[in-house]
């Protein structure tokens, strides 16, 4: 197993938070994905190596028939 790489306690100036994300049938934002580059070029990666599944769509509740 490799090690994590962590995060420094401080960013220096120039620090950039990159968030990469695409539209998703529904038209809201889903994360493609996210990561810091140092102003050196280093980057670090801050999403999961394996991708978590999506939440599945609930039903529409249907409302009960107003009584009459």
């Not at 620090?15 to 580059?37: A, M």
């Not at 990666?45 to 107003?66: F, S, T």
Request: net charge positive.
């Amino acid at each position: 197993m490799t090690p994590k790489q962590r995060l420094p306690r401080r960013f220096p100036v120039g620090t950039r938070f990159v968030l990469e994300g695409e539209p998703d049938r529904h038209g809201t934002l889903r994360v493609v994905s996210r990561y810091v580059v140092m102003p050196n070029g280093r980057r670090y990666d801050l999403m999961p190596q394996a991708p978590a599944a999506p939440v599945p769509d609930h039903p529409r509740r249907r409302r009960a028939a107003a009584p009459a």
